[in-house]
């Protein structure tokens, strides 16, 4: 996403470049109409003039276009970092969710040793879950308002509620019935719903076509300083950009 933006970066420069280099041949043009016939000149000078006038117009729309994708680029390059946070963090909650279930699993035993006959997971990574568990499982005739991606790992809202689903399976799935009907009626029954609306992260997906479009991000105006309590002992304590912009 980010190499796609700035190739249009790259494109609008060169545009804007391409109208510069318009606008001086222009006045040369203008330069050697002055040497012409009274009425010739005034009609080549008005000719030129539109055209210089629509060159230049050019010229300020792709540099616009530029800065309109260098703020793109930015923000996409915040996105990338927040969602290399979000898949350590995935890594962090998979360990936990493991020891999590083999600790139940050893007291639901009667066992001192929790790590004595250990609880494996069902499925070993959130792909495999939700390619062995959710879609064979979640299959619905697409209308207009639902929607899916194929590249639902580069959505970071799917990347969240498909990992506490998936929690939510590894953990439910040990307890008694009527657990499993309990998970899909408030666990995934919701966030899939969620997800897959025609409101939703998916929104402007096509699966079919195999496209991706994210959707942007909402704007936030900054919170006054010292509004909020803020804790140093945490893995971010400001966002991506942030920093660079206030230096």
């Known amino acids: 996403m980010v190499r796609e933006l700035d190739l249009k970066r790259s ?3 060169r545009r804007a470049d391409v109208a510069g280099e318009q606008v001086d041949a222009l006045g040369a043009e203008l330069e050697a109409a002055s040497s012409g016939d009274l009425d010739q000149r005034v ?11 629509a060159a230049g117009e050019d010229r300020h729309r792709h540099a616009a276009r530029a800065e309109i994708l260098d703020a793109q680029i930015d923000q996409a390059g915040a996105t990338v970092e927040i969602a290399r946070a979000d898949l350590d963090e995935y890594d962090d909650r998979r360990a936990r969710l493991a020891a999590m279930t083999s600790t139940a699993a050893g ?11 250990a609880v494996v997971l069902r499925f ?3 792909p495999l879950f939700v390619e062995g ?3 064979p499982n979640w299959r619905h005739k697409r209308p207009k308002e639902i929607n899916w991606c194929r590249s639902w790992w580069l959505h970071s809202e799917a990347i969240v509620r498909l990992t506490v689903l998936w929690e939510a399976f590894e953990a439910m799935r040990l307890e008694p019935p009527p657990s499993l009907s ?7 029954d919701v966030h899939m719903a969620a997800l897959t609306s025609d409101s939703g992260t998916f929104a402007q997906c096509d699966p079919v076509a195999g496209t991706h479009r994210p959707q942007p991000m909402w704007p936030a105006a900054a919170a006054p300083a010292g509004l909020f309590k ?3 002992n945490a893995h971010f304590t400001t966002l991506p950009g942030q920093q660079e912009q206030a230096q």
Do not use: C, N, T
């Open 107 to 117: 007291a639901d035993a009667g066992q001192d040793d929790p790590d004595q006959d």
């Open 11 to 13: 494109e609008a420069l």
């Open 230 to 232: 803020q804790s140093e």
């Open 133 to 135: 568990y959710v879609l």
């Open 182 to 188: 309990v998970l899909w009626r408030d666990h995934i």
């Open 43 to 53: 009609q080549d000078l008005d000719r030129l003039q539109q055209r210089a006038e």
């Open 124 to 126: 070993a990574s959130l």
